[in-house]
């Protein structure tokens, strides 16, 4: 039996290996979320990594396979802890709890940092199409998760037929968004509470009953 | 009778001297709406607007003075040509006309681009507490001609006494800066739109008869 430090996982690196390469991921998004992506050399992640030039270069061929798992990496961080929250939301209880959840959670951070996605995406978007795709794909899966929620309620009726869950999906994400880049601003998390508040409120105009 | 070009105008330039202040505020803007302002630097606004070191540092102290600058600068550009709109926002007709607009606006330039008031934003939120207030301020005035059009509407009392105009206006503009951004990342109107339309269709269902 190989030892479980040297036996592959299904990327093809060891277990060291995929935690070296998850260190150097997560300080450079780190790095990135603070100075932007064009303020990050590779030089600065392999400092902070504690890692070798070699050790970087293995996992990563430049800074734009960085890059991409970077957003990969913030995709996973941001969208990820939602969606246990998004199988609940097909009901207008489960959409107070997932928009409780996001307030909350700038509240925590003192409304500081916005989205880390949405900041790679304003850096981003101009530069490159396969990374403009990818950052586009990372909000599709935050749009599915709200999406699949209100296209549930729709089909079990607690939508007017004549709803449109996808659109209210979009729409509900664009506030959010708007919401987020407000209350960094304002340092306040009024405006993503009035934004999300907003969007349910259309939801729950749409309601049976 | 002093001549048109060396009379002083209410910020104390000359005629001529605005012209070039003006100038520069433009290239600075434009390459920071493409590079990022961390990728611009007074060497590039300088040979961009064909002027000396000189004339540059005659009107902006550091690159902090140019930066706010062109905050300004944007605000004006973004927010100024929807003025006239704002003042018909006290009716439906009116909100889907400035809606009409704005979807307009990005379908004309590709959905390229976003919003340059929330690049600058993303970027230099996190950096200083000045031009993260100043930004806040850009928004606010956007917001503010939002929401004097739906309080207008709300004191005629075609939106139901109940209705809050204010929160309606920060939604609005929250709904709509979230749009801007889906709509940068997939070059599709469609966020937008349905962004604009989901707060178009809750401002309805406030109104009376």
């Known amino acids: 039996m190989p030892s479980p430090r040297t036996s592959r996982t299904d990327d093809g690196l060891t277990v060291k290996g995929q935690r ?27 400092a902070a990594a504690g890692v070798s030039n070699s050790q970087v270069y293995h996992y990563f061929a430049d800074k734009h ?59 981003l978007a101009e530069g490159d199409d396969d990374v403009r795709r990818q950052l586009s794909g990372s909000f599709a899966r935050w749009e599915h998760g709200i ?22 999906a979009l729409a509900t994400l664009a506030s959010l968004q708007g919401g987020l880049l407000l209350t960094q601003l304002q340092r306040d998390v009024r405006p993503i509470a009035t934004a999300l508040d907003a969007s349910l409120s259309l939801i729950a105009a749409h309601t049976t009953a």
Chains 1, 2 share one sequence.
């Open 20 to 46: 070296t390469r998850q260190r150097i991921v997560e300080h450079a998004a780190q790095l990135m979320f603070e100075r932007g992506v064009a303020g990050t050399t590779i030089e600065d992640v392999r």
């Open 65 to 123: 396979a960085l890059v991409r798992a970077v957003i990969e990496y913030q995709t996973e961080y941001v969208v990820g802890p939602q969606e246990s929250l998004f199988a609940r939301l097909d009901t207008m209880d489960g959409l107070r709890a997932w928009r409780d959840f996001i307030v909350e959670h700038q509240r925590r951070r003192q409304c500081r940092g916005g989205c880390p996605i949405a900041s790679l995406s304003s850096e």
């Open 147 to 168: 999406r699949d929620g209100l296209r549930a309620m729709h089909e079990a009726g607690r939508l007017r037929s004549e709803a449109d869950p996808d659109e209210l």
